[in-house]
C-alpha cells in the first residue's frame, strides 16, 4: 500500500508540475494525460477514500480473525428471518455488517458490529434482548453444537453399520443351531425337534420384533426430537436461517470438494509436466553424450591418422637419409 | 495579491469570469469516469455515490433560478457553461449508484427489471429504477453526436432532468421514511429541504422577481 500512495504521489507530482510549471505546457497531449492522471488519481482517493481505508483495514488489522459468511450466520440467525441482501464494510473501524430483513411483514434494515454483535444502527426500534447479544458467546455455542452434530453422526453411522453386520449372522446362527439339533435328534424325537425349532423361531421372531420396535422407537424419538427443535426454531424464527446456514454450508463443502479436485488435477499436471521435462533433459544429455562420444572418435582417428602419417613420414625421410649415407660412402670409397 | 484576489475572487463572483473554464470542464469529464470504474472496485460504496449524485443534480438545477433572481451576481451566469459536463457527472453517479446496489445485493439486471416484487409503487426500488433509467437516457444523449441528432427533441428530452429531480426526491423519502419506520420524523424530510428551496426558488424566478444583491447589501454598483 505504501509503495502504492509512493507511485501515485509521484504520478501526482509530475503531472500537476507538468501542467503548471514546466514549458511541457505547451505540448498538448501531454498536458492532457497530466490532467487525466491527475484527476484520475485525485478524485479515486477522494471519492472511495472511506472504502480504500476499510480495505486497508481489512487487510493489516482485521485479516483472518472473523470470516464474512460466519458474521452472516450470526446475524441472521440473532436477528433475522431471510436476508434479503447483506454487505460486509468497516464503519467507524469497525467491521460491520448490515441485513435487511422482514420482520412481522415489516421490513428492517440492521447494520451490526460483526465482532461484538452490538447494533449500530436499525431502521425499527431495537428489543432489550437484542441488546445482550454477543458474538462471542455465540461462536462457542457454534462450535459446540457443530463437535456435538458431528459426533452424534459419527455414532449413528457406527451403531447401523453394526446393526447390518449382526442382522445376518444371527440368522445365520439359528439355522446353524437348527441343523445341528436336527443331525443330533433322532426322528422319534422329531415332537421335540419341533417344538424346540418352534421355540427358537419364535424367539427369533420375538428378537426381529424387539428389534424393530427398538428401531421404531429410536427413529420415533428421533423424530420427535427433531420436530420440537423444529418448532422451537419457528417460535424463535430460526428455521430459514438455518436452511440459509445449511445451503451455506453445503454449498462451502462442494467448492471446498471442487477446490480440492482441482489442486489435485493442478499436482498431477504439474508431476507430469516435470516427468516430462525431466525425460527431454535426459534425451537431450543423452544425446549431448553421444555427440561428445563420436567428436572425441573423431578426433582420435584423426589424432591416429595424423600420427600413423607422421611415421610414415619419418620413416620416408629414415629410408631418404640410409640411401643418401649409402650414396656417400659409395662415393668417398670410389674416390679413395 | 491584488491581482491574483480580482482573478480568482471578484472577477468570477461579480463579472462571471470563471478562470480556467476549459480546464474545469475537462477535470469535470475525466471525473465521470472514476465513479463507473470505481463501483466495480468498490460495490458497497453505491450509497454515498448515491448521495453524490444528488447533490450535483441539486447544483445543476440551483445554477438557472440563482442566475435569474441574483441578476448582478454574474457567478451564476458564468457557472451555466459547466452544466452540460456536471449533468454527465450527475448521470454517472447515478448509473455507479444502480450498479453498486445491483452487485452488492447479487442482482442481475434482468431479474432486477422482471422481478413482480419490485415493481411496487411504495417501494423505494420502484423510484430507484425509474431514476436509473432516466439517468441512463440523459448521460447517454449528454454529447454533441446526439444533439446532432435529435435536434429540437434533444432539449425536450433533456426536460427529463425535472421528472429525475422529483423521482429522486420521492426514492430518497422513501428510503429515509423506511430506516426511520415512519413518515413523521425530520430526518425523513431533512434531506429534500434544499429541493423544497429549489422549488421556490422557481417560483420566485417565475414570477420575475429580481434581487440586485450587490446594490442592496453593498451599495455600489458593480
Given at each position: 500500500m505504501n509503495t502504492f500512495l509512493l507511485v501515485t504521489g509521484g504520478v501526482l507530482i509530475f503531472a500537476i508540475g507538468s501542467y503548471f510549471?514546466?514549458?511541457?505546457?505547451?505540448k498538448k497531449v501531454l498536458t492532457h494525460i497530466g490532467i487525466l492522471f491527475s484527476t484520475l488519481c485525485l478524485g479515486t482517493l477522494l471519492i472511495f477514500s472511506h472504502m480504500i481505508g476499510n480495505r486497508v483495514l481489512a487487510n493489516y488489522e482485521f485479516d483472518g480473525k472473523i470470516e464474512k459468511y460466519i458474521a452472516e450466520d450470526f446475524v441472521a440467525e440473532k436477528?433475522?428471518?431471510?436476508?434479503?441482501y447483506s454487505w460486509y464494510e468497516f464503519r467507524n473501524l469497525q467491521p460491520a455488517i448490515t441485513i435487511k430483513v422482514q420482520e412481522n411483514y415489516k421490513k428492517r434494515e440492521i447494520t451490526v458490529n460483526?465482532?461484538?454483535?452490538?447494533?449500530?444502527?436499525?431502521s425499527l426500534a431495537v428489543l432489550p434482548e437484542e441488546k445482550n447479544i454477543t458474538f462471542t458467546a455465540w461462536n462457542k455455542e457454534r462450535a459446540q453444537t457443530e463437535k456435538i452434530a458431528e459426533k452424534e453422526t459419527t455414532s449413528i453411522v457406527i451403531e447401523q453399520q453394526r446393526e447390518e453386520e449382526r442382522q445376518p449372522l444371527e440368522f445365520e446362527q439359528i439355522e446353524f443351531e437348527q441343523n445341528q439339533e436336527e443331525t443330533k435328534e433322532s426322528a422319534e424325537e422329531e415332537e421335540k425337534q419341533k417344538r424346540i425349532a418352534d421355540q427358537a423361531e419364535a424367539e427369533a421372531l420375538e428378537k426381529i420384533k424387539n428389534m424393530e420396535k427398538k428401531i421404531a422407537a429410536d427413529a420415533a424419538r428421533k423424530q420427535k426430537k427433531e420436530e420440537s427443535e423444529r418448532e422451537e426454531k419457528k417460535r424463535l424464527g430460526l428455521l430459514t436461517a438455518e436452511n440459509v446456514k445449511n445451503q451455506r454450508i453445503a454449498a462451502r463443502e462442494q467448492k471446498k470438494q471442487a477446490e480440492q479436485e482441482a489442486a489435485r488435477l493442478a499436482e498431477l499436471q504439474a508431476e507430469q509436466e516435470q516427468k516430462r521435462l525431466a525425460q527431454i533433459a535426459a534425451d537431450q544429455e543423452k544425446e549431448r553424450q553421444k555427440a561428445a562420444e563420436k567428436a572425441a572418435q573423431e578426433q582420435q582417428a584423426k589424432a591416429e591418422a595424423k600420427a600413423k602419417k607422421q611415421a610414415e613420414l619419418l620413416a620416408q625421410q629414415k629410408k631418404a637419409q640410409q640411401a643418401a649415407a649409402k650414396r656417400a660412402a659409395q662415393i668417398r670409397s670410389r674416390a679413395s | 495579491m491584488s491581482e491574483f484576489l480580482s482573478t480568482y475572487l471578484v472577477n468570477p463572483i461579480v463579472n462571471g469570469r470563471i478562470p480556467h473554464l476549459p480546464l474545469i470542464k475537462q477535470i469535470l469529464i475525466f471525473l465521470s469516469i472514476i465513479p463507473m470504474a470505481g463501483i466495480f472496485i468498490f460495490p458497497e460504496s453505491f450509497r454515498s455515490l448515491g448521495e453524490i449524485s444528488w447533490q450535483i443534480l441539486l447544483f445543476i438545477l440551483f445554477i438557472r433560478p440563482l442566475s435569474e433572481i441574483f441578476t448582478d451576481l454574474k457567478i451564476f451566469r458564468g457557472l451555466m457553461p459547466l452544466r452540460k459536463e456536471l449533468g454527465i457527472l450527475c448521470g454517472s453517479f447515478a448509473v455507479a449508484h444502480s450498479i453498486g446496489y445491483f452487485l452488492n445485493g447479487n442482482i442481475t439486471l434482468p431479474s432486477g427489471f422482471l422481478d413482480s416484487e419490485i415493481w411496487n409503487i411504495s417501494d423505494y426500488y420502484f423510484w430507484g429504477m425509474i431514476g436509473f433509467i432516466i439517468a441512463l437516457i440523459l448521460t447517454l444523449t449528454s454529447n454533441i453526436f446526439s444533439i446532432k441528432i435529435l435536434k429540437r427533441y434533444w432539449k425536450k428530452l433533456h426536460r427529463l432532468t425535472y421528472i429525475f429531480f422529483f423521482v429522486i426526491i420521492i426514492h430518497i423519502v422513501l428510503i429515509r421514511a423506511f430506516n426511520e419506520g415512519t413518515?413523521?420524523?425530520f430526518e425523513v424530510w431533512n434531506s429534500v429541504l434544499p429541493a423544497l428551496a429549489l422549488i421556490v426558488l422557481w417560483g420566485v424566478s417565475f414570477a420575475k422577481i429580481k434581487i440586485p444583491i450587490l446594490t442592496l447589501f453593498i451599495n455600489k454598483k458593480p
Open positions: 510549471f514546466s514549458p511541457i505546457r505547451e436477528f433475522g428471518v431471510i436476508s434479503l460483526a465482532f461484538t454483535g452490538k447494533i449500530i444502527k436499525s | 413518515f413523521m420524523a
